[in-house]
């Protein structure tokens, strides 16, 4: 069985694929998937951005060091690592008082109700793109 952080990593590379196959190059997010992905996809992480596509397509400007007008993976996986430190330091800053390391919410609102690797049934599942796919079984 995987862990949680194997899942949670196989869960971030799978969103990916899942917007970057829909149009053009299959291993990259062009604007119009990106756009999608952030509104589906990070609706809590983003508020401040208020679903603005302008917004939106700075982030995407930013992120785009080759100035190729779309994200690879690599370029993507630093958004969900800028993505993450934010959500750790709102955590700690909504922490309950006490003593000890104790986190409150982040950004997302799952306020607790993300599955731990305990809680994870066992399921097989698989992602396909560009003639070459992945399948996983837990």
Do not use: W
């Not at 630093?78 to 750790?88: C, D, E, F, G, Y």
Request: glycine share 10%.
């Amino acid at each position: 069985m995987s862990s949680l952080m194997e899942c949670s990593l196989e869960t971030i590379i799978n969103i990916f694929h899942h917007y970057s196959t829909r149009l053009e190059h299959h291993d990259k997010l062009n604007q119009r998937e990106f756009i999608q992905m952030v509104k589906k996809e990070l609706p809590n992480f983003l508020k401040k951005q208020k679903r603005d596509e302008t917004k939106i397509n700075h982030i995407l400007e930013e992120l785009d060091t080759n100035g190729d007008k779309e994200l690879n993976f690599e370029e993507f996986s630093v958004l969900i690592a800028r993505l993450t430190v934010a959500s750790h330091e709102e955590m700690h800053k909504n922490a309950p008082p006490g003593v000890g390391h104790s986190h409150g919410p982040g950004f997302g609102e799952s306020r607790g109700t993300c599955k731990s690797g305990t809680e994870q049934p066992g399921h097989g599942h698989g992602h396909s793109h560009g003639g070459h796919g992945h399948s996983h079984n837990h």
